[in-house]
């Protein structure tokens, strides 16, 4: 089994795929879940630096990246060692620096493409959700997110949010074939100062840069 960054971070945000498993709609879980919402859809803008893990321990793997995310109202951009993701909203474009190669893309805010914003939002629509309480991790909520759908790679997140904020401190995305993807902010900056060319790329800024466009 292969795994690249690329798959970790893809995991991130393949919210949209996940399965069905016994769970109900609590309300503690739904108080708190609001609560964070409602603190990230205050912030006009913020920067994030993510460290995933991906663990499978019936295959002996254990990998670890690190990215940085910019997030501006419906803006993001996406930062690793060998891939930059850029989405404007309406165009994203996927750059890989190494091999000089962008691909420019629509964006379908309907479809599961990469959006970080789905986290903040993503109980609200065919999910339900189950409080665990602190003891995983004192200081923290512990909540379970488990999808409607029967038919799909993952079957569950936990989710662990600060009691003292309602900050998202981590996340661990499961899937059938045994892959923990677990995500933790090790550093965030709201307000962070981001104007719109920053979500967008310009090949003219790039010599030698291969443009594929399939727009």
Do not use: C
């Not at 190494?98 to 903040?120: C, G, L, Q, R, Y």
């Amino acid at each position: 089994m292969t795994i690249t960054k690329k798959t970790v971070f893809a995991a991130l945000f393949s919210l949209g795929t996940l399965s069905a498993a016994f769970a109900q709609y609590d309300p503690n879980a739904l108080e708190i879940l609001e609560a964070m919402s409602k603190k990230y859809k205050a912030i006009p803008s913020f920067e994030a630096n993510l460290t995933s893990t991906l663990v499978n321990e019936s295959e002996g793997i254990k990998e670890e990246f690190k990215g940085k995310i910019t997030v501006k109202g419906e803006k993001f951009k996406l930062e690793l060692e060998d891939q930059v993701i850029i989405n404007n909203g309406t165009t994203v474009w996927t750059y890989l620096p190494s091999a000089k190669e962008v691909t420019i893309d629509n964006f379908d805010p309907k479809s599961d493409d990469i959006n970080p914003i789905k986290i903040f939002d993503i109980y609200k629509k065919g999910f339900k959700y189950l409080y665990l309480g602190d003891k995983l991790e004192p200081g923290n909520d512990e909540v379970d997110l488990v999808p409607e759908k029967k038919n799909a790679q993952y079957f569950k997140i936990k989710m662990m949010i600060s009691k003292k904020d309602r900050s998202i401190q981590s996340w661990t995305m499961y899937d059938k074939s045994g892959n923990r993807y677990k995500y933790i902010i090790t550093k965030f900056v709201p307000n962070a100062k981001a104007d719109d060319a920053f979500f967008s790329f310009d090949p003219k800024k790039y010599p030698g840069v291969e443009v594929t466009d399939v727009r």
